[in-house]
């Protein structure tokens, strides 16, 4: 929305609208927000009418689009009529020449007229119908409009795509159009005759009741994002491999339990840079799906995979690798040649270090660049194993929810650390430095999470000074223990805010065992326990039985699975 406050030698008094309005360099008139029923007609002289140029009425109460405003605005750009209560559009609108962009979201329209022959608009780029109340495609729009090019009908109750085009005026149907938007419909279908709108360059079907694709699809060889998440598919036509130009691909939360073998046809995907797969049932990955030289991110969470191919390693520009919730309990060697930026393996099966590294080798690709490592709710019991050596570029390591028992090493503080988060553990211990030039440098560290592990960890000495210090942002060490709250708050552990940050703007929470201290109610309201769950702290009242002395408020933690 244009800001038009700025400009005050040009000011329109819409006074007796009750809300006054000022018009910038005579191009763009701003009523919304202004309770109209009607488009008031002498709101501007004639001569002013001729210059606007952009026109914005949303969330008025118009019922209508006034054949005012085709009639006086003849030179307009733009028409914003978004949440009113228009429920038809006269046909007269084609008739704007120079009409680009028109906005009716949130309107009651369900059909849209035909325009005359002699009188169809070639000017018109971007159309947006979402949230209205269309049952079926407004074929009439591609039909009359021939320039168009963003056409978005998201939030509708379309229940197909019907594409059957029939123009009566000299040009193909859909043939500029560009951008297809339909997402969040009832979708169940999608016509053959898709291959028409052959300049297609995104298509978004996300969240309808789709089953299957026409092999039609095949067609769109400009296609550079295709969206289809959130629907039923249970299988993907091999059409989809000559969609060369395809960038983007998103088939997440469908019902695929396999990728098709297409040793022939993926290689053809050249172009193919994002993969989405999450939140599906498939069981094995491919190896010929490897052969995406081009591809950065590939997310495969939240499926069945017990195993990843070796030939993982030819995906060799793979910067964003997702393995999360899934069975896996080691991975192949052919990992350690990429060179991943993030990967994610949180909730799986492994109980130690994924990858054999030894550290007196050279440091293998993938730990050279990895910058985000993620384990959170696996069964790892030790860091021992950890190559920390050749981490020189970690900042956020995520070893959350596990049940790691021994000691952690200085080696697991990297320079480079910004964020490690080991919450929900059984950690007792941490190495104390017993030399000056043994303690880490934390130059950059954010955030260190030590919090729910065994009530008596202790910070070491070193880990105390560099926070009073300031040289980190927060340090969380709630000791309560989860399955019994103490009783009072002498009995064990209490969570609250250390003396040495109290004078510090850093919000840090460490043990005490004072029988005077108090817990902090606003300690840890809540936080997140890693991909795929979702915690929080729960803070209850005593029972009115319970003695004086125990009148503060308890902690628990609940964890939240997230069903794929």
């Not at 971007?126 to 090019?149: E, H, W």
């Not at 599906?280 to 069945?304: D, G, K, M, Y």
């Not at 596990?402 to 964020?419: A, K």
């Not at 592990?453 to 000791?479: H, Y």
């Amino acid at each position: 929305r244009l800001d038009l406050q700025e400009d005050s030698s040009s000011t329109v008094d819409f006074s007796h609208y009750g809300i006054p309005r000022r018009l910038k360099e005579k191009e763009a008139l701003d009523m919304s927000f202004s309770s109209l029923t009607d488009f008031p007609e002498d709101v501007l002289t004639e001569e002013n009418k001729q210059k606007i140029k952009q026109l914005i009425l949303w969330h008025n109460q118009l019922s209508f689009l006034p054949l005012s405003i085709i009639t006086q605005f003849r030179h307009i750009h733009k028409i914003d009529l978004s949440y009113n209560h228009i429920r038809t559009v006269p046909c007269e609108l084609s008739l704007l020449p120079e009409l680009t962009t028109l906005l009716l979201v949130g309107n009651l329209l369900h059909d849209w007229p035909a325009t005359k022959e002699s009188s169809f608009n070639t000017s018109l780029t971007f159309m947006d119908l979402s949230m209205n109340k269309f049952t079926g495609f407004p074929r009439q729009v591609l039909c009359d409009y021939a320039s168009i090019q963003k056409l978005c009908l998201a939030r509708n109750k379309l229940n197909s795509l019907d594409l059957e085009l029939h123009s009566t005026h000299n040009f193909r149907p859909g043939s500029n159009v560009t951008c297809l938007d339909v997402s969040f419909n009832r979708i169940q279908s999608i016509s053959p005759k898709i291959g028409r709108l052959f300049n297609l360059k995104s298509l978004v079907l996300q969240k309808n009741v789709i089953t299957s694709l026409p092999e039609q699809i095949g067609a769109l060889t400009q296609l550079t994002c295709l969206d289809l998440s959130e629907n039923r598919l249970t299988s993907l036509p091999s059409s989809i491999a000559l969609l060369n130009s395809l960038q983007y691909f998103d088939v997440q939360a469908n019902a695929l339990s396999s990728l098709p073998s297409w040793e022939t046809l993926v290689p053809r995907l050249t172009s193919m840079k994002r993969l989405q797969l999450q939140d599906n049932r498939i069981v094995q990955f491919p190896a010929c799906w490897c052969t995406l030289h081009n591809l950065q991110e590939l997310n495969l969470s939240s499926n069945r995979l017990s195993q990843v191919p070796n030939a993982i390693s030819q995906l060799s520009s793979l910067q964003t690798l997702y393995l999360g919730s899934n069975q896996l309990a080691h991975l192949p060697e052919g990992l350690l040649e990429l060179k991943l930026v993030q990967l994610f393996l949180e909730v799986n099966l492994f109980r130690a270090f994924p990858l054999k590294v030894v550290c007196s080798e050279p440091c293998p690709p993938l730990l050279s660049r990895l910058r985000v490592l993620s384990l959170a709710y696996n069964s790892l019991r030790s860091v021992s194993d950890f190559p920390f050596k050749h981490f020189s570029t970690l900042d956020s390591l995520h070893l959350g929810g596990n049940q790691i028992t021994d000691q952690l090493p200085l080696d697991i503080f990297l320079p480079s650390l910004r964020d490690l988060h080991l919450q929900l553990n059984s950690l007792v211990d941490i190495e104390e430095a017993t030399d000056e030039d043994k303690i880490p440098k934390l130059s950059s560290v954010r955030e260190l999470d030590f919090s729910y592990n065994k009530t008596q960890l202790a910070m070491p000495s070193w880990l105390l000074l560099l926070e009073k210090d300031k040289k980190i942002q927060r340090l969380l060490v709630c000791n309560v223990p989860l399955a019994s709250p103490p009783s009072s708050p002498s009995s064990s552990s209490s969570c609250s805010s250390s003396s040495s940050s109290s004078s510090s703007s850093s919000s840090t929470y460490t043990s005490s065992s004072s029988s005077s201290s108090k817990p902090s109610s606003g300690s840890m309201k809540s936080f997140c326990c890693g991909r795929g769950f979702v915690g929080t702290t729960l803070s209850t009242t005593p029972s009115s039985k319970s003695s004086s002395a125990n009148t503060n408020p308890r902690f628990g933690v609940v964890i939240f699975p997230v069903d794929g």
